[in-house]
């Protein structure tokens, strides 16, 4: 299933951010070409192995932390999904505690 966040900011300059559980859904929202994509986080692991999907996690997590400034308007909703896809694969890859230190989740 296909699942990710993404906020963007259409002609008129409204911004706007959700989660987007079907391409189909995301194209309608942001086909203007005037449309422009401020940030992306595929809610998804990917990797042959277990260091390779541990290390996108991460590298999932930093981009998240590195541009949580700029997730809004979002839902306490959105939010705590969000949450729960970090909080359950960090417990599956070992990074539960440094995501909780770093306010991940």
């Given amino acids: 299933m296909t699942k990710f966040l993404a906020v963007y900011e259409d002609a ?14 995301y194209f309608k929202d942001t086909f203007c070409p005037d449309t422009r994509i401020i940030f992306t986080l595929d809610m998804s692991v990917s990797g042959r192995t ?3 999907r541990k290390a996108n996690l991460e590298s999932k997590a930093i981009d998240y932390s590195n541009n949580m400034s ?17 909080a359950t ?17």
């Fill in 70 to 86: 700029e997730i809004y308007p979002i839902s306490w909703g959105e939010i705590a999904e969000i949450q729960d896809f970090f």
């Fill in 50 to 52: 277990y260091a390779e």
């Fill in 89 to 105: 694969n960090g417990k599956r890859y070992g990074l539960l505690t440094d995501f909780h230190e770093n306010c991940i989740c």
């Fill in 12 to 25: 008129d300059k409204n911004r706007d951010c959700g989660i987007y559980y079907n391409y189909e859904a």
